[in-house]
């Protein structure tokens, strides 16, 4: 393993042998490393930016998956946590600009000029035909993906996303540390990605 010299510091160091290890060797106790570590810090800034703890929650996830897929890409001409952080920014910068461009102020509805009432029309809020067909049709495709994880990570993914319960409501009806299912549910969502990504009408 070749130790860029650009990182001078022992932290900076450790990461990147992590990094080797999880991306070189599969070292799943790499990868844990690298999110116990970071995990705390990168949703202290996502909650800082969302003022939202479930979406810091989400976008915590988010970043580490989009990280760890990308650890192939990752160069140490920067530390590690600067890399994962820019990711993290990055990716709820995104989030953030996708939710204001969904929403609607009042404001904006009616604009008086010269005495008149100009009205702007209002998206409908009722359900598209079409579009209800092609969302069951997913979901229906996802609930079959979903059946191909293993029973442990299958549970955590029904009650996550189709019973919509709270991590830690996850964690207290099975019995589990909290941090075992944000992990438990990181590895299942990397291994839904991996099945999904093949499945062309999905995307």
Known sequence: MEVNSQLTTDKALRDYQLVCRA??????????????????PIYLLLL?????????DDLTM??????FAS??????????????????????V?????????TIYLDDIRTKSEGEVYEYPIPSEGDNPEENIIHEQ???ILR??????????????EMRYFEE????EIAEELDMPLGTVKVQLFRARDLLYNILITKKEFL
């Open 23 to 40: 991306r070189e060797d599969g070292d799943q106790r790499a990868y844990a490393d690298l999110m116990r570590m970071y995990k705390e």
């Open 48 to 56: 800082k930016m969302t003022n939202n703890p479930t979406e810091a």
């Open 62 to 67: 988010e970043a580490f998956g989009k990280a």
């Open 71 to 92: 650890l192939h890409l990752y160069t140490p001409t920067h530390a590690f946590s600067t890399w994962l952080f820019s990711i993290a920014t990055n990716n709820c």
């Open 94 to 102: 995104d989030f953030i600009r996708k939710k204001r461009l969904q």
């Open 138 to 140: 997913r979901v229906q």
């Open 144 to 157: 079959e993906v979903v059946r191909q994880l293993k029973p442990r990570y299958r549970k955590l993914v």
């Open 165 to 168: 319960m709270s991590y830690e």
